[in-house]
């Protein structure tokens, strides 16, 4: 079970997204391990390859204000079924240590373990060598 408060804030951040060309709105959550909510919406742009991800924009968020660990990704969207995180957005999720990614469709739940998602993220630094 998780909290009524994500599933209410994911949903709600729908309304915050920019999405003018592709007309398909995210949001997410990155949840820290100590509980702290970071929101992200996908942007936009007419370049399409500036686009960011709502996923991104979450944990950006987050290590904005000092995070360099997120626990958790909440996600929903405004398709029709349920939306999954790109290879980027995979890719930055290993960076900052997502354990798990829970997708959020009309009142379905759907939790997926993240190395499940993303088994073999690269990573070309030595363990002693990351930030902590």
């Given at each position: 079970?998780?909290?009524?408060?994500?599933?209410?804030?994911?949903?709600?951040?729908?309304?915050?997204?920019?999405?003018?060309y592709?007309?398909?709105?995210?949001?997410?959550?990155?949840?820290?391990?100590?509980?702290?909510?970071?929101?992200?919406?996908?942007?936009?742009?007419?370049?399409?390859?500036?686009?960011?991800?709502?996923?991104?924009?979450?944990?950006?968020?987050?290590?904005?204000?000092?995070?360099?660990?997120?626990?958790?990704?909440?996600?929903?969207?405004?398709?029709?079924?349920?939306?999954?995180?790109?290879?980027?957005?995979?890719?930055?999720?290993?960076?900052?240590?997502?354990?798990e990614?829970?997708?959020?469709?009309?009142?379905?739940?759907?939790?997926?373990?993240?190395?499940e998602?993303?088994?073999?993220?690269?990573?070309?630094?030595?363990?002693?060598?990351?930030?902590?």
């Amino acid at each position: 079970m998780i909290p009524k408060e994500w599933v209410d804030l994911v949903k709600d951040g729908l309304k915050y997204s920019y999405a003018p060309y592709s007309g398909i709105k995210v949001s997410a959550l990155a949840i820290t391990p100590d509980g702290k909510v970071y929101r992200g919406v996908n942007v936009e742009n007419s370049s399409l390859g500036l686009t960011v991800c709502a996923e991104r924009v979450a944990i950006f968020n987050a290590v904005a204000n000092g995070e360099r660990k997120i626990k958790t990704i909440v996600l929903t969207s405004s398709l029709d079924e349920p939306i999954y995180p790109c290879g980027a957005c995979l890719q930055v999720m290993s960076e900052f240590g997502v354990e798990e990614v829970i997708i959020i469709h009309g009142d379905k739940i759907i939790r997926h373990d993240f190395r499940e998602l993303f088994p073999r993220p690269f990573n070309w630094r030595k363990e002693e060598n990351r930030e902590k």
